[in-house]
Each structure stands twice: as C-alpha cells, then as structure tokens.
C-alpha cells in the first residue's frame, strides 16, 4: 500500500490542524493506521493509532484529548485532528499501515508515507 499523508503547516500555538493520509495500492479495511512524529533531533514517537474500522483507538500520552484519529475507508483515508497544538507538537508526522494487532511500536507498521512537516509558532 503507498501512502501519501498532506495537510501539515505552520500554526500558532493553540490552534489546530487536520493532517490526511490517503492510501492506494490495496484494500484499505485491511490495515490499522497510525500516526508517528518525530521532533527535530529526537527520535521518532507513536502519537495515535486505530483499527481497521475505526473501532479501537490508542493515544500517546502527550497528545490524549488534544488529538483525534479517525479514518473514512470509503476514501480510503485516515485523518489526524490535532487541537490545542503547542511548541512541543513541532514534528514531522508520518502516517504508518499495519496488519499486524493495534500497535503503538513502530515495528508493527509496514508501510509509511513520506512524511508531513507541522511546525508551531508561539
């Protein structure tokens, strides 16, 4: 499956951004999504992740009740609302496909997108 995840900006500090992740390639029912960050100099982080039908979800502590993960496989798309952004959210957030069980390691995940830069401003 090939992903292409867009949407990422620079926005100040408390407000909020909707990233995208559209996939092609194979059927999408068939993989959890996730969301992973990884901040300038840092190493790449799970931020959020559900189920083939949406069903479960997991969040990462830092981003829990600020971000929401939901997916659309009609569209075949999963998308990241993120509020209540702050200077620590500044990361490149890549969207990831697995088929293993829900997952909050990145091993778990076989197929990434490229990568969206989302950068906030104080």
């Known amino acids: 499956v090939q992903l292409q995840a867009s949407g990422g900006g620079l926005v100040q500090a408390g407000g909020s951004l909707r990233l995208s992740c559209a996939a092609s390639?194979?059927?999408?029912?068939?993989?959890?999504m996730g969301w992973f960050r990884q901040a300038p100099g840092k190493e790449r982080e799970f931020a959020t992740a559900t189920s083939r039908f949406g069903i479960s979800t997991k969040y990462a502590d830092s981003v829990k009740g600020r971000f929401t993960i939901s997916r659309d496989n009609a569209k075949n798309t999963v998308y990241l609302q993120m509020n209540s952004l702050n200077l620590e959210d500044t990361a490149v957030y890549y969207c990831?496909?697995?088929?293993?069980?829900?997952?909050?390691?990145?091993?778990?995940?076989?197929?990434w997108g490229q990568g969206t830069l989302v950068t906030v401003s104080s």
């Open positions: 990831a496909a697995g088929t293993e069980a829900l997952s909050t390691s990145a091993t778990m995940y076989n197929y």
């Open positions: 390639g194979r059927t999408f029912s068939r993989f959890n």
